[in-house]
């Protein structure tokens, strides 16, 4: 009897997502999508006593494999996981769909086992199956979402197999140990690179992201939700683990902060707004591992608790309206806080948090990493996160609800969001208070950070500080709506990144492939010919009739036995000469 | 009892067959008489030569004085970790192909040529133990020549089933005659050079001598080229293609599996315990000569396979580009090497002697003989069709087959000579046996019954062949997949003892 507590909680939650897939009856499955996440995080709470545990270790072909691993890193993402599977699994319960159901557990436990594993191998297992078990949840999405599918599912597996080559490098150079750890860039050379980029893929790196905005607004409306939660949270956990204090990801992060502040300020489809603030949300983070001072890393384990939680919020609230009007487009919603009433209260509670208000969730944890970038002296990616926080405000704090709930009335009269996605919802924006609530509240967070910290967010110059900044961005909004200088919200297709493989890429592919025919044909023609004379050529000597083959009469084999013997005299004779 | 079988069973499987030919050949045409005689036979001497191989495991290698004259000047059967696999591997598939006898020889052989052929049957038995057991020189020749003889009457048998079996038979027995005559002029040479016919003397001697003279290195030439010959190395295999396809089922399967199989032991036993890779001669001769043509022929032969129209034919051709491996294994000169050929050796004994036997089964109730005619056999005979395909596997080489185990093992003795060409033509040789055996298995297995093999409704009849005949055919089968899964353990252990005893030093 193996202990039951030695296996990977994440498993359980996978092996309900199989149990999902073979089930007719909806009501089971949704109750293994809320119950399987609490499990885990029992099991977690179980197996885990504020020390490193290490679990699960067997070895394949001479690898030492630890497949479980929860110290106080790895039991944020633990916990997170398991908090967003329930609250998604809860936002999902209207949704009668087998696919998402069982695509959703199986790629909540492989997020969950993923962080919760000590080896590259196991990490690049349910690295490849999250990329597996959530296209499903893209191709949710309809028809039009099928290509946008095939292009995110080879981007993840690209991803993959770019970390088991650089785990594979890494392991090489380490003499065969293969626990995953710091790796850094240093002293690993091409395979610290390699893992860096695999996990730039998955994290949304600058020109490594455009899987993110291509995918996420395809996906179906609860499928989206569900996979913002865990891919790029996912890659931070790794980078966090593998390249903390790395110098470089300081710059990557801070461009990642400012990019998408530009293209969500333009884009029309507010799920695709909101892939580009994930984006820049995401940036946060990794400039936070850059730095790498224990406040930061405080800062970007906060962030993250928190960022999964508003960020989902946002989507769902979006996904409401989605759910209830048919579209998420900017220029034909608005004026729906007349009929949504509830689900604007808690957009705004998200879009206040992700904007870091004070008194709401990220306020404390983005203040933590801009802090350590103070304190690290960093001035320039300092200015640059704080131009992003700006942003920030502009296009998820202001457009996301104003287009959607005030602006200019589109007309629409809708009835409020379904029970269900309103309670989801609202543990979503309960959490976002409390977790940033002054009296008390925060130190929960604390408590989940793996340093000790007695950061205080409140005081008096912090709270103006980041008020002033949040007003002066209102009032940029209200200056340039004024004016009509804000780019108004229209029916059109921003250009990113993605144009490079979506257009460019595609057009060479195809007229590559045109020409190729063309010569394919010729060629065809020709290695035709050759292989059927060969094949003829064999064919008449070695067929029954061929010469090599027909019956030969006694004479001459007789001969090419004396032959023979004649040969092997001679070889002997030279030999022994 | 077992305690009589045991100081003289090395004797007993030789001299039982020997005397019980004499007396099946006089026995009354009743029908299944002298089949059950032999059959009887068969299994004592299957038997026995397991007490032997058991008794050579628990004491070592042992020597049995004939009349209690001692060698060199006696006659005397030398049983060590080398022959007594074989003896054993020799007995059991005569039990196996006689088993199979009864109804294949009822359909193949005229009743009145029954007995005789029983008669020669067990006379090939003989001379092959024989031949493998004996420590004489011009013993071996004289068991070669009794299981020579009775093969060329037992496959000019097939007669009544094919005329050309009469010219294939002649054709055999003029090369295989020029193949004995080759050896026994080879012997004749060596005991000029050592004046001694018993081949541990003779070992003795020519390693005193350091490789001997000139008169060796020439009996060493005809004794490899008459071993050639008769153990069907390309390019001397012209007889073999022939004598398979048109001799009975029963006659092609035991040959198949033992004939070839006994020249090749003849050859490990010359090679290397008589002459010894340490002689310059024998070393080049091997390395370049043997390997080239093995090499050579496994693909050439497997290609003459690949096009054959004939199933027995294409089985036929394959055994010469399987001989090709066992030689390679040879060539290499190393404990490995021969691990490997040796291995080969039992496997495509097993292997082939079970395609045999299919095909035979098929002709058996659809008179098939060319691949074409193949068509939906899985349908009308799916344990023979099952029987073959496992078989076919094993042949390739795919995995958990014992094909498998033997070319895993011949592709790493190469390796370890750093012989990574052989290694490729290891692989290319066995695309091609995907290639042959493939073309069969496709045609039984995709193409429609024929509509004679329809019944009235309109749906495939089963006409599955007889217990009697499926019972071998599934038990080599099931023997294939059992040392490809389990082979590891027991086979390989008997394999590395003869590898140790005919190569102490280790090899080059």
């Keep these: ?577 | 009892m077992s305690s009589w079988f045991i100081s003289h069973g090395a004797a007993f499987i030789v001299i039982l067959p020997l005397l019980m030919a004499v007396i099946t050949a006089l026995l009354p045409a009743v029908r299944r008489l002298a089949w059950f005689t032999a059959l009887i036979v068969a299994v004592l001497v299957a038997l026995v030569a397991f007490i032997v191989l058991q008794t050579q495991i628990d004491v070592g290698a042992f020597i049995y004085r004939m009349g209690g004259w001692e060698p060199p000047h006696g006659i005397s059967l030398a049983i060590d970790a080398v022959n007594a696999p074989i003896a054993l591997l020799i007995a059991a598939m005569a039990v196996f192909t006689l088993i199979y006898a009864e109804p294949a020889v009822d359909s193949e052989v005229q009743r009145k040529k029954r007995a005789p052929f029983y008669a020669a049957f067990l006379l090939a038995v003989a001379g092959l133990i024989g031949m493998v057991v004996t420590g004489d020189a011009f013993n071996v020749f004289v068991f070669l020549e009794v299981s020579s003889i009775s093969t060329y009457t037992l496959v000019a048998m097939g007669a009544n089933r094919d005329r050309r079996a009469l010219s294939a038979a002649f054709n055999y027995l003029i090369l295989g005659s020029i193949g004995a005559t080759f050896f026994v002029i080879g012997i004749g040479f060596l005991y000029a050079e050592t004046g001694t016919l018993n081949m541990a003397d003779m070992q003795g001697i020519l390693a005193n001598l350091d490789g001997g003279s000139r008169a060796a290195q020439v009996g060493f030439g005809f004794v490899l080229v008459g071993l050639g010959l008769k153990l069907a190395m390309f390019p001397l295999h012209t007889w073999l293609p022939g004598a398979y396809a048109y001799s009975p089922t029963v006659v092609t399967a035991f040959l198949a599996s033992t004939a070839t199989k006994a020249a090749l032991y003849l050859l490990y036993r010359f090679m290397f315990t008589v002459f010894d890779p340490s002689f310059d001669y024998v070393a080049v001769t091997l390395t370049y000569v043997v390997t080239g043509l093995a090499v050579i022929g496994m693909i050439f032969a497997s290609l003459q396979a690949l096009f054959q129209t004939d199933a027995r034919r294409t089985l036929a051709y394959s055994s010469v580009a399987q001989v090709g491996y066992m030689l390679l294994g040879i060539g290499l000169i190393s404990t490995l090497g021969l691990v490997g050929s040796y291995l080969h050796l039992i496997n495509h004994a097993v292997v082939k002697g079970g395609l045999f036997l299919s095909l035979g089964a098929m002709w058996y109730r659809f008179g098939i003989t060319r691949i074409s005619d193949m068509a939906g056999l899985a349908k009308t005979m799916p344990i023979t069709t099952a029987a073959f395909t496992v078989l076919a596997f094993s042949l390739i080489g795919v995995p958990f087959t014992a094909g498998f185990v033997s070319k895993v093992a011949l592709a790493e003795a190469a390796l370890e000579r750093g012989w990574y060409w052989a290694v490729a033509v290891i692989m290319i040789a066995s695309i091609l046996a995907l290639l042959y055996m493939g073309r069969m298995m496709m045609v039984a297995y995709f193409s429609p019954p024929p509509a004679s093999a329809m019944g009235e409704d309109g749906r495939v009849v089963r006409r599955e062949a007889p217990l009697l005949m499926l019972l071998p055919m599934v038990g080599l089968a099931v023997t294939s997949v059992l040392i490809g899964v389990r082979g590891n353990v027991y086979l390989a252990e008997v394999s590395e003892n003869a590898a140790r005893v005919l190569l102490p030093g280790g090899g080059l």
Aim: with cysteine; glycine share 10%.
């Design chain 1, 1 to 577: 009897m193996i202990d039951l507590l030695q296996i990977n909680p994440g498993l359980w939650v996978i092996l309900a997502g199989v149990i999902a897939a073979l089930m007719p009856v909806g009501p089971v499955r949704k109750a293994l999508a809320i119950g399987a996440p609490i499990l885990a995080a029992f099991l977690i709470f179980t197996i885990y006593d504020s020390t490193e545990v290490l679990a699960g270790q067997f070895s394949v072909l001479g690898v030492e494999l630890t497949t479980l691993r929860i110290d106080n890193l790895s039991v944020v993402w633990g916990y997170l996981f398991c908090l967003a599977g329930f609250i998604n699994a809860v936002y999902a319960l209207h949704e009668d769909s087998w696919i998402t159901d069982s695509s959703a557990l199986v790629y909540t436990g492989a997020a969950i086992a993923g962080v919760l594993s000590g080896d590259w191998l196991s990490l690049f297992l349910f690295w490849e199956l999250t990329a597996i078990s959530s296209v499903f949840l893209v191709w949710q999405g309809g028809a039009h979402a099928y290509a946008a599918g095939i292009r995110y599912l080879v981007i993840q597996v690209l991803s993959g197999v770019l970390l088991l080559a650089g785990a594979v490098m890494f392991a090489g150079a380490n003499g065969g140990d293969w626990t995953f750890g710091y790796v850094g860039l240093e002293t690993t050379g091409a395979a610290g690179w390699v893992l860096l980029i695999a996990m730039g893929i998955k994290a949304g790196f600058p020109m490594l992201h455009m899987w993110m905005q291509d995918a996420y607004p395809k996906a179906s409306i609860t499928g989206t939700v569900i996979l913002a939660s865990f891919t790029t949270k996912f890659a931070i956990y790794a980078l966090a683990r593998a390249f903390p204090g790395t110098d470089i990801l300081i710059w990557i992060g801070c461009i990642m902060t400012c990019f998408p502040v530009f293209f969500a300020v333009i884009e029309n489809d507010l799920r695709r707004v909101l892939a580009y603030s994930l984006n820049n949300q995401l940036g946060f983070m990794v400039a936070g591992i850059g730095i790498g001072s224990t406040m930061a890393m405080n800062g970007v384990v906060g962030q993250v608790f928190v960022h999964v939680i508003f960020k989902g919020l946002l989507f769902m609230s979006i996904g409401a309206v989605m759910y209830r009007v048919g579209t998420a487009k900017a220029s034909e919603l608005g004026g729906l806080f007349r009929s949504m009433p509830y689900t604007t209260v808690l957009c705004l509670i998200g879009a206040g948090s992700i904007a870091a208000f004070p008194l709401l969730a990220a306020f404390v944890t983005k203040a933590m990493i801009l802090q350590a970038a103070i304190d690290a002296k960093l001035w320039i990616p300092f200015t640059m996160m704080l131009f992003a926080s700006a942003g920030v405000m502009e296009h998820s704090g202001i457009k996301v609800p104003h287009f959607t709930f005030f602006a200019h009335d589109s007309g629409r009269r809708v009835k409020e969001a379904p029970w269900n996605m309103l309670a989801a919802m609202s543990i979503a924006a309960v959490l976002c208070i409390v977790l940033a609530w002054p009296w008390g509240g925060y130190d929960i967070l604390y408590s989940l950070m793996p340093y000790e910290t007695d950061y205080k967010p409140y005081t008096w110059d912090h709270v103006v500080f980041q008020l002033q900044l949040l007003f002066a961005a209102i009032f940029a909004f209200n200056v340039l709506k004024r004016f009509k200088l804000y780019p108004a919200e229209r029916r059109a297709e921003v250009v990113d990144a993605d144009v490079l493989y979506r257009r460019v890429g595609k057009n060479m592919a195809v007229w590559t492939d045109a020409m190729w025919t063309r010569l394919g044909a010729r060629l065809k023609r020709g290695r035709d010919r050759a292989t059927a004379s060969v094949g003829r050529k064999l064919s008449q000597a070695f067929s029954p009739a061929g010469r090599m083959s027909e019956a030969a009469p006694s004479g001459l084999p007789a001969i090419l036995t004396a032959g023979l013997l004649a040969v092997v005299l001679v070889v002997a004779y030279i030999a022994a000469a």
